[in-house]
């Protein structure tokens, strides 16, 4: 039942979105949040004089349903919603930026059941100050992640618990020097320290913890490449590479994580995205961590 309403409702809601309509200044924000991802680094718009802020929702989902379908398939629908909020100031040389980034997506599959799909509290904090090149300038960063939801590892009989949310929890600070040679490149470095928070004892062991720990602190140094631009007409890549390495472990386990998304524009009111993200932390695997999303959906400004 659920499948056979969800074809009559998906195409609804598609056309009452669309003709909600965008005003042109939620078309244009629209286009700027594109480059603007709490993932890992914050982006200072040079163009911002005093305060600034926007806020936009999304959803994307996908639906396949079969009848008597001669070469199978499985019933699912699955829709993922997100949300980013996006504060900003700038006075003479002085910058802030803030950035909340939550996304949060369930699938229905047939005769297995409700699964996570994606799911992430991101929090950045951005502060720096320009130098008289303005290609340099000195930063802070202050940024946290967590998920909302418990996540498991459907491999395993009975499915083993792998996350919930405050497990893990990182909570990073970066202060350094950054290197902006153009307006679609950036490159970062400085010390840094590590927080890792894990409420659930029975997975601290799983993320490098001691038995029975909740948290663990580690001093380090970080490196973070950032490179965004429209790559062809109304599809934009915007690609980050950061690092984090203890500096009372071997540089051989420094913690990478290579993220991109390209985010093509189908019109006004519909995009498409493609994400990969790649993930080495030793502390959870020594195997490196891959994900990889394909997804169509809509962007709504609400502030």
Same mark, same amino acid.
């Given at each position: 039942?659920?499948?056979?309403?969800?074809?009559?409702?998906?195409?609804?809601?598609?056309?009452?979105?669309?003709?909600?309509?965008?005003?042109?200044?939620?078309?244009?924000?629209?286009?700027?949040?594109?480059?603007?991802?709490?993932?890992?680094?914050?982006?200072?718009?040079?163009?911002?004089?005093?305060?600034?802020?926007?806020?936009?929702?999304?959803?994307?989902?996908?639906?396949?349903?079969?009848?008597?379908?001669?070469?199978?398939?499985?019933?699912?629908?699955?829709?993922?919603?997100?949300?980013?909020?996006?504060?900003?100031?700038?006075?003479?040389?002085?910058?802030?930026?803030?950035?909340?980034?939550?996304?949060?997506?369930?699938?229905?599959?047939?005769? #297995? /059941?409700?699964?996570?799909?994606?799911?992430? $509290?991101?929090?950045?904090?951005?502060? +720096?100050? &320009?130098?008289?090149? *303005? %290609?340099?300038?000195?930063?802070?960063?202050?940024?946290?992640?967590?998920?909302?939801?418990?996540?498991?590892?459907?491999?395993?009989?009975?499915?083993?618990?792998?996350?919930?949310?405050?497990?893990?929890?990182?909570?990073?600070?970066?202060?350094?020097?950054?290197?902006?040679?153009?307006?679609?490149?950036?490159? #970062? /470095?400085?010390?840094?320290?590590?927080?890792? $928070?894990?409420?659930?004892?029975?997975? +601290?062991? &799983?993320?490098?913890? *001691? %038995?029975?720990?909740?948290?663990?602190?580690?001093?380090?140094?970080?490196?973070?490449?950032?490179?965004?631009?429209?790559?062809?007409?109304?599809?934009?890549?915007?690609?980050?590479?950061?690092?984090?390495?203890?500096?009372?472990?071997?540089?051989?386990?420094?913690?990478?994580?290579?993220?991109?998304?390209?985010?093509?524009?189908?019109?006004?009111?519909?995009?498409?995205?493609?994400?990969?993200?790649?993930?080495?932390?030793?502390?959870?695997?020594?195997?490196?961590?891959?994900?990889?999303?394909?997804?169509?959906?809509?962007?709504?400004?609400?502030?």
């Amino acid at each position: 039942m659920h499948f056979k309403l969800s074809l009559f409702l998906i195409p609804i809601l598609l056309c009452i979105l669309v003709r909600s309509g965008f005003g042109q200044s939620d078309r244009d924000y629209v286009d700027m949040i594109y480059s603007t991802s709490a993932e890992s680094d914050v982006i200072l718009q040079d163009t911002t004089n005093g305060w600034g802020f926007n806020w936009v929702g999304g959803l994307n989902g996908s639906q396949a349903s079969y009848r008597n379908w001669s070469q199978g398939g499985v019933n699912t629908i699955s829709v993922t919603a997100s949300t980013l909020f996006d504060l900003k100031y700038r006075k003479e040389r002085f910058g802030y930026q803030l950035v909340t980034n939550f996304k949060y997506g369930q699938a229905r599959i047939e005769d #297995e /059941g409700t699964r996570k799909t994606d799911d992430r $509290i991101a929090i950045a904090n951005k502060f +720096s100050y &320009r130098f008289r090149d *303005e %290609r340099f300038n000195v930063f802070g960063n202050i940024n946290f992640t967590t998920q909302f939801d418990r996540g498991y590892d459907y491999g395993e009989d009975p499915k083993l618990l792998l996350s919930r949310f405050l497990a893990p929890a990182y909570l990073s600070q970066v202060f350094g020097l950054g290197f902006h040679p153009a307006d679609y490149f950036s490159a #970062e /470095g400085g010390v840094a320290m590590k927080e890792t $928070i894990v409420r659930d004892k029975t997975l +601290s062991e &799983r993320y490098g913890l *001691e %038995r029975g720990e909740k948290f663990r602190f580690e001093p380090g140094y970080s490196l973070i490449f950032n490179f965004e631009k429209k790559i062809v007409s109304n599809v934009r890549l915007n690609s980050t590479l950061e690092t984090f390495t203890n500096l009372k472990e071997n540089v051989r386990k420094t913690d990478i994580n290579f993220s991109n998304e390209i985010v093509g524009k189908i019109n006004d009111y519909l995009n498409t995205t493609f994400q990969f993200v790649l993930v080495y932390d030793e502390d959870f695997s020594r195997e490196v961590q891959l994900k990889q999303v394909l997804s169509v959906g809509f962007s709504y400004s609400i502030l």
